[in-house]
Structures are given as C-alpha cells and as structure tokens.
C-alpha cells in the first residue's frame, strides 16, 4: 500500500495547548553504550572543555580510557563487538577544507554572497553578523545563534561565511575587530558532520570508512541485523530536532542514499535485516506550534542480495500524532513497538496535562489491533513521555528513561514496572542502557545533605536486581557532568 492512500489527512491545531506540546520535546542520549559481548562500554563525553569532548571506552570495573576520538557524539556497535560506527562533528577554520566537505559548487555559493555582504560591510563599517553573538548585521538575519543555521541570510552554511571571509579578507577584519581579532577569529569555525566507520585495536580506535558528510548533525544510528548496512537519521534542518531525515549506507561503503524525509529521530531494522520501519509525518514543514497526523511506516530498502534497493512503495501500519521523539523498535518475533499519546478528540485543555505516553505492541503479521503493552495500574510508575526506550537483549523486558532521571523497568508477560528511581529534582539527561539480560546501567542520583546539594549529582552505576556497583568512582566530575548533561530546573 502506498502511503499517499492513507485515509488520515494531515491537520493543523492552530490552538492546541503547549502543554502536550512541551511534553513531546527533548530527547535523552545515550552517553554510555555496552558492547553486544559486554565487555566494554563507549562513553561519550560532551559539552566540556576543550580537549575532553568525545569517545572513551570503559571496562566492567569503570575503568576509563584517555580520550581516544575527539568530537565524537553518537556511537553503535556492530556484532563483532570490535567495530562501531560513529558521528563526530568536524570544527576546522580552513576554507580549503570547508571546499572540501561542501563540495565545489556550494562553497562558490556561500563564497558569492559573503563577498555581498563584505561590500556592505566595507562601505558602512558594520561588524559583520556573527551567529555566535546573535544580533543582526548585513547578511539581514536575526538569530539567538542557535546552531548556526540561519547564516548568511539563511543559507544554513553557518560558519562557512566567516571562515570565507577570514581566509580573503583578513586584513580588513582585523581593521575592524582592532585588538579583539585574534579571539573573534578563534570562534569563526565551520562545523561539518561525519558518519564513520571504526575499529578498536589495542584498545585505541582506528577510523576507517567515510559513510556520510553533511551539514546536519546525525542523531541516530541503527545497524541492520547481519551488520550488512547502517540506518542513521539527521537533522533536516540544521539546528532543529523538530523532524529528521532518514538514510541508509552499506557498511564500509560510501554515499549513503536517502530513505525519508519528515521522520522521527528513531527508526529499526526489521527482524530480517531487509525492511526499515519508521514514523513519517503526513504533510509539510511544521512549525511550534503545528500538530500533524503521522504514519507507522514499512519500506523495504534491501534486496534479496543484500545490496541497497529502495523500494518505491510503502506500507502504512497505523496512524498516530506525530512527534520528533516517536520510538520504534521491532522484535525478533515480528511485533514493532512505538510510544505516543493515545487521546480523543474533542478534548478539554484542562485534560491535556493529564495525557501521557503508552508503549505500543503491532504484530501486522498476526493481528489487525494495536496492543498496550502499558497497563493502566502500572502508569504511575512509569514517566510521563517514554521517548527513550529499549527491549532487552533477550526481548523479555523494557528499560524506560526519563527527562528527570526516572528509570523503569516494564516486564513484557506480567506487565508489571520496577521503579528503579523515581523523578528528582534536577534532570539527568543521560539515557540507563541495558550491559546484558537483567543488567543495567544508569545514572543514579545523589542525595541532598541538609537541604544541601552534592557537588557530584549522580554517579554512574551498574545494578543487576538489587545489587549495584558504582562505575565512575574514580572519574572526574567535569567528566561525569558531560556523561549525565541536564539542569537544575525541574
């Protein structure tokens, strides 16, 4: 069935209220990953100072490795627990190396309005739009400077024009800038995002493969079952998570192929390693405040050989609202799981609140009906959005995090939850990851000390039953704040 013949039609609720809205924003990143074997962990570290960003490897004991790959965000092992595929963000100050990664005929764009706007800039003296400073110039945009991706009138190129500039006009800037150059410059870089292949060897990582480059940060990567092809999904706008792009590569091939557009962040394989499933949006572009009817999609993107065949027809397994943090994932027995809202309209705004998310059970092999894999008696001790999800290795059970350090483990064949911890009062915004069967590993929240906060919010720990042991006694706080991003508002 192709997806144009859904009987669901996309629909804008101008007034709906932000409260649901709110609730369906965010996600949680997985910033410690087992290896299939368990015997090792990738640890992501972001947002820290410089020279600590990126990919570390951890032993059972919570050993940690130096830094071994810098910029790296996004990580996925494959089989042979020896070989991942990773996303890291490439930051260079070099217009020959920006040349290289937006290709010739985009470089010459963005070089052909930065020399318009240094027009402008020369005959009236004006500070060149910065987007690191918000403020507005003569490349006409406003912006907060969220991740670069209105720059230069709104060509998504970002840092490009500055590193442009700066590598032709160098002279002229520093007339500009005076004293304050040398520290405007360090700041004026092109960040280009990379999917690549790589390998661990005497415990460093050797990089090998280029599957993708692109402008848009990658936000999540699925390896097909047999390790033969990798899924990712981008952002589709650089600096908006409000819908991605979903594509495909071979593993240790290069020039990954699109599959969708309008996706959630999520997508899996199916059992048989040909078919992608997905949540597609039904309609165009959306905006805040826009609520759209979206579809459970099949496709099938392999053929019998294995190789990358994208099938021209689609099959729509249900309908849904649509939101940017809808998981899937599919089974070995054939059932697809997903989170979302189940609600009637019409529907009052003082109800809203009271709405959350349900797990979802689709056996489209088996069944006609959808299955609440959530009992209503057991809610409570789940959160309020189940954007971060995940089956045991053994399929029997679901780990489930929350925004607020919440972690929950729901039992397939009783439908009873374990309340790991419950919300705090500061978020953790690191996701718990299952090591094997019954283990697993989370961020747990330390306590307040006479109504004093600790200096160490949580400490990483691995819990099999009631047992636990802490992983990150001997890391850094500055290391662990990276592990376990999040705030202090509740």
């Known amino acids: 069935m192709k997806t144009d013949s859904m009987k669901l039609r996309p629909t804008k609720f101008v007034a709906w209220p932000l409260a649901l809205l709110l609730m369906l924003t965010g996600c949680l990143e997985k910033h410690l990953v087992w290896s299939p074997d368990g015997q090792r962990a990738a640890v992501i570290a972001k947002g820290g100072s410089d020279g600590t960003d990126g990919l570390y490897l951890c032993a059972v004991d919570g050993k940690l490795t130096a830094r071994l790959v810098a910029g790296v965000y996004r990580v996925a092992w494959l089989g042979d627990s020896q070989q991942l595929v990773v996303a890291r963000e490439q930051k260079t100050s070099d217009w ?291 954007a971060f999800f995940e089956a045991s290795p053994d399929e029997k059970q679901v780990l489930v995090g929350g925004y607020k350090g919440e972690v929950s483990v729901l039992t397939f064949a009783t439908g009873e939850v374990q309340q790991v911890q419950e919300a705090g009062e500061y978020n953790l915004m690191a996701a718990p990851v299952w090591r094997k069967d019954g283990e697993i590993t989370y961020a747990r929240r330390n306590p307040t000390a006479d109504g004093k906060r600790p200096e160490r919010k949580a400490e990483i720990v691995l819990r099999q039953g009631e047992e636990e042991k802490v992983l990150s006694l001997s890391w850094s706080g500055e290391m662990l704040e990276q592990v376990f991003p999040g705030s202090d508002k509740k």
């Open 96 to 386: 020959t190396e920006v040349t290289r990664m937006l290709g010739a005929e985009k470089a010459a764009e963005v070089a052909a309005k930065a020399e318009v706007a240094w027009e402008k800039t020369a005959a009236n003296r004006q500070e060149p739009w910065r987007l690191d400073q918000g403020g507005s110039g003569p490349f006409g945009t406003k912006s907060n400077g969220a991740q670069r991706a209105q720059a230069a009138g709104g060509d998504g190129y970002g840092g490009a024009t500055m590193v442009y500039l700066w590598a032709h006009h160098a002279d002229g800037l520093r007339a500009l800038y005076g004293e304050k150059s040398e520290g405007i410059r360090a700041k004026d870089v092109f960040s280009g995002h990379e999917l690549l292949m790589a390998r661990i060897v005497d415990d460093k990582i050797q990089l090998g493969t280029m599957l993708h480059e692109g402008l848009a940060a990658i936000q999540d990567i699925r390896i097909a079952p047999g390790d033969r092809a990798v899924a990712f999904t981008e952002e589709a706008t650089p600096g908006s998570d409000q819908e991605s792009r979903l594509r495909l590569a071979r593993i240790n091939g290069t020039g990954a192929v699109l599959v969708a557009e309008r996706t959630s962040l999520f997508a899996d394989w199916t059992s048989d390693g040909r078919s992608l499933v997905y949540v597609q949006a039904l309609g165009g572009g959306a905006k805040k405040d826009d609520m759209r009817l979206a579809s459970l999609v099949r496709r099938e993107v392999l053929g019998e050989d294995r190789q990358i065949q994208v099938a021209e027809n689609t099959e729509d397994l249900a309908g849904l609202m649509f939101s940017n943090t809808t998981r899937v994932r599919c089974l070995r027995d054939g059932r697809i799981l997903f989170n979302a809202v189940e609600f009637n309209l019409p529907v009052a705004s003082k109800d809203v609140d009271a709405e959350r998310e349900k797990l979802f059970a689709l056996d489209a092999a088996r069944q006609a009906t959808l299955v609440r894999m959530t009992p209503r008696d057991h809610e409570k001790h789940l959160p309020k959005v189940l």
